[in-house]
Nanobody
């Protein structure tokens, strides 16, 4: 069984930066794709960023140029560096993992973390 644990959320002022981390316990992360999703109050969960098993990254248009997803296979960890944050980035951020090499389809993600709250103030 794989357990994903997110950390790094919190309060930040608009224009600031935050770094989220997600550690996988119980299984190797090295050859699987991972993603960050977010869900704001009253909104559907949306894909923020994906990283493939071979390092390819894709981003939602709303975060391109501001967010960067990366991975450290040796530490079974993926990161989301959030720069120039906006009030509309406020949400619960979830880490997800799949056995597939790449996926931008939520239904293929088998493992999910419990989420970490990010709140951006104006």
């Amino acid at each position: 069984q794989v357990q994903l644990v997110e950390s790094g959320g919190g309060w930040v002022q608009a224009g600031g930066s935050l770094r989220l981390s997600c550690v996988a316990h119980g299984s190797t992360f090295s050859f699987n794709a991972a993603a960050w999703y977010r869900q704001a109050p009253g909104m559907q969960r949306e894909l923020v960023a994906v990283i493939s098993s071979y390092g390819r990254t894709d981003y939602a248009d709303s975060v391109k140029g501001r967010f960067t997803m990366s991975r450290d296979n040796a530490k079974n960890t993926v990161y989301l560096q959030m720069n120039s944050v906006k009030v509309e980035d406020t949400a619960v951020y979830y880490c997800a993992a799949t056995s597939k090499a790449y996926s931008d389809y939520e239904g293929w993600y088998d493992y999910w973390g419990r989420g970490t709250q990010v709140t951006v103030s104006s």
